[in-house]
């Protein structure tokens, strides 16, 4: 080629055949040289040296405070403490009433940490002082067994004869519990085999829950008091549900108003796990059921995580020992599934008004009865693997901020789960009924409908538990709702009868009950309070099967008779609940207004907001409770329970003209 313009072109080359080099592109002017390389490499050399220098002291300061962690640990420790125990003495001073749930708990917490702390370091030495009394009490077990059985049958008659004596009506609530216990005896698997010390302490242990919780003061303080803070606590759910749906939607649509409450609770839970204090709190409540029901520990941890969690996240905690669980440890598993309600649906039942902490105190009784009750069902043949908690560890999550993200994610599933079925079955009953009505169009009875059967089918049930004959049908129609659809639409149902009652609606609108008593809502609060229905079957096979699947056929085999358990351990609640329960209230303020025919009282309590009670002159009868709804009925003076003699006794106290 020729030379133009001062340019030389230089011959063309091809490349391994695949294109062509153009040597005209080489620019060897701007390569760096060796020299320039040298030079680079020496100021990052003397960069890094400078740095050295400068974090030498952070990297000291940081090797001290590793080697002494400990001890800044303590420090720490010390001045949060200390830090503490001024808020604490500046709040008992201030106002010791308003502080009395933050001396309660700081009580309940130094207790725990002082038990963890002399069992950790003094326990060894404490079980060998109490080896001789251990020695003797084992060889001793056999008589001593019996005498205490002895002063349980005892005192059990005698406080049912002495509590009955005024209200004979509870004993029918005596008599279901011994109904359906007498019914799954009968259809157990190996009769022969049940071991009845699960199944005595299990009764015994819920029987003591529902007397502390409904009739010590106490117990009835704390668990209205932890209601309430619960009731307050997801209320907060309205800040998020407001920014993301708008106030509208939110106090309007029960999509927008009670699901999001799922939501917020699931990631609480999840945050609380992370912490540590959900592992705590449900190691300790299965210790507690596994030394005195003499219960594996798998079985009891799962039972016990239902207390707070679905029937599909429990088992979750004892994932690695599922595979080499017994059928009666499966069993157990199910039942405590289908006996209790998670806490984020708890959550949004108590956003329809039903009361917590009977809700509260359903869950917490219905453990220690599903342990009970399975153990009846289908009782132990075989050996378990796992009697000792020391087999059993509690996995604890990483991250706080991951932990609040996946309970929020994982809670998606669950609100979709919700809405659906809720949307399914609701329709699904709207077409039954008019499936119904149609049939019995056809010979003259159009008025039939899905309720309608139920609650000639579940009235015995009902009225067993303690439920007045004429509201038993009622009751009895929420009972079949439960079981054949879920209990999402019955609560729903009892919240309705419960704003009627509140609403002051007149008891029988064109023959059709349109409330029931307070003491019945109680009492069913308890009865639907559990996952088991026919929807939730599905639900059971497929959580379990996807931890398990190895054990996918012995679950399906044993989920139908334990979904039928569970729901006799939520009517054996609800029986418990109906012997203990009687109409009371802690009174407030009485009103007299009298008229020629009639005095009527309104006596303003904390218990059951307010109840208008109306007597005849004549006779003094109770004639029907017409309950209003009041705010702020939280002070305290004097019981009395709503019995006839009593009645008559504050009516004789009262002057009128």
């Given at each position: ?23 005209a ?38 090797d001290?405070i ?6 800044f ?13 001024a ?42 002082c ?58 157990s ?53 407001s ?30 796990y ?64 289908f ?10 039942f108590i ?19 599903a ?10 043949t075989?050996?378990?693997a796992?009697?000792?908690e020391?087999?059993?560890?509690v ?12 309970g ?18 609701l ?7 008019n ?23 579940f ?10 004959y ?10 079949g ?42 009492i ?45 351990v939520?009517?054996?609640n ?8 009687y ?8 009103t007299?207004?009298s ?18 009670i109306?007597f ?6 109770q004639?029907f ?12 003076s ?20």
């Amino acid at each position: 080629m020729t030379e133009q313009n001062s340019v030389q072109l230089k011959g063309v080359t091809r490349a391994n055949g695949n294109g062509i080099d153009n040597p005209a592109f080489d620019f060897e002017d701007i390569e760096e040289s060796g020299s320039n390389k040298l030079e680079t490499k020496r100021r990052k050399v003397r960069l890094g040296g400078y740095l050295s220098k400068v974090s030498r002291p952070i990297n000291a300061t940081e090797d001290y405070i590793k080697a002494h962690s400990v001890i800044f640990k303590s420090i720490v420790l010390g001045i949060l403490g200390v830090g503490y125990v001024a808020y604490f003495i500046a709040a008992c001073v201030l106002d010791f009433q308003r502080a009395t749930a933050l001396v309660v708990l700081t009580v309940l917490a130094v207790f725990a940490k002082s038990y963890e702390l002399i069992k950790k370091y003094k326990g060894d030495r404490i079980a060998e002082c109490c080896t001789p009394l251990n020695t003797c009490f084992k060889s001793n077990l056999r008589w001593l067994k019996w005498v205490f059985l002895l002063v349980v049958v005892v005192l059990l008659v005698c406080w049912l004869a002495l509590d009955t004596s005024k209200r004979p009506e509870q004993l029918i609530s005596f008599g279901g519990v011994c109904m359906f216990i007498l019914l799954i005896f009968l259809f157990s698997v190996h009769r022969a085999e049940v071991m009845w010390r699960p199944v005595f302490w299990g009764l015994g242990l819920q029987f003591c829950i529902g007397l502390f919780v409904i009739r010590t003061q106490p117990g009835f303080i704390a668990f209205e008091w932890l209601g309430k803070q619960v009731q307050t606590f997801l209320n907060y759910t309205i800040a998020g549900s407001s920014f993301v749906f708008g106030p509208e939607l939110t106090a309007k649509v029960f999509a927008f108003q009670a699901l999001p409450i799922v939501v917020f609770f699931s990631s609480v839970m999840s945050i609380l796990y992370f912490l540590g204090v959900m592992q705590w709190l449900i190691l300790k409540i299965s210790w507690v059921m596994q030394i005195t029901m003499g219960t594996s520990a798998t079985e009891t941890l799962s039972v016990a995580g239902n207390i707070f969690v679905g029937q599909t996240e429990a088992p979750l905690l004892i994932r690695p020992y599922l595979q080499d669980m017994t059928k009666s440890e499966i069993h157990a598993v199910m039942v405590g599934g289908f006996a209790t309600i998670a806490g984020s649906v708890m959550g949004a039942f108590i956003s329809f008004g039903i009361d917590p902490s009977s809700l509260i105190s359903a869950s917490v009784m219905a453990a220690p009865c599903a342990l009970a009750l399975s153990k009846l069902s289908y009782p132990e043949t075989e050996e378990s693997a796992f009697t000792s908690e020391k087999n059993i560890k509690v996995a604890y999550e990483q991250n706080i901020l991951e932990a609040a993200s996946n309970g929020a994610s994982a809670s998606i599933g669950l609100v979709a789960n919700i809405a659906a079925n809720l949307i399914a079955f609701l329709a699904i009953l709207e077409f039954i009924n008019n499936a119904l009505s149609w049939f019995g169009g056809m010979v003259g009875f159009p008025e039939i409908t899905f309720e309608l059967l139920c609650s000639y089918v579940f009235m015995p049930v009902a009225f067993m538990m303690g439920i007045p004959y004429d509201e038993s049908f009622t009751v009895a129609e929420l009972i079949g709702t439960k079981l054949f659809l879920n209990e999402f639409v019955a609560y729903e149902k009892l919240a309705t009868l419960k704003i009627n009652r509140l609403n002051g609606l007149d008891e029988l609108i064109g023959g059709e009950r349109q409330w029931i008593s307070v003491r019945s809502e109680i009492i069913t609060t308890y009865a639907l309070c559990g996952f088991a229905n026919m929807s939730s079957l599905g639900i059971v096979i497929g959580g379990l099967a996807s931890i398990c699947p190895s054990r996918k056929g012995d679950i399906s085999s044993l989920v139908l008779r334990a979904m039928i358990t569970g729901t006799c351990v939520s009517l054996v609640n609800s029986c418990i609940a109906g012997k203990i329960q009687y109409l009371y209230l802690v009174i407030r303020d009485v009103t007299i207004h009298s008229t020629p025919d009639t005095i009527r009282f309104t006596i303003l309590g904390s218990r059951y907001d307010s109840l208008t009670i109306y007597f005849t002159k004549w006779d003094r009868r109770q004639i029907f409770f017409l309950g209003k709804k009041l705010e702020n009925t939280v002070l305290f003076s004097f019981c009395i329970s709503l019995s006839k003699e009593s009645l008559d006794k504050l009516f004789k106290t009262m002057q009128f003209n």
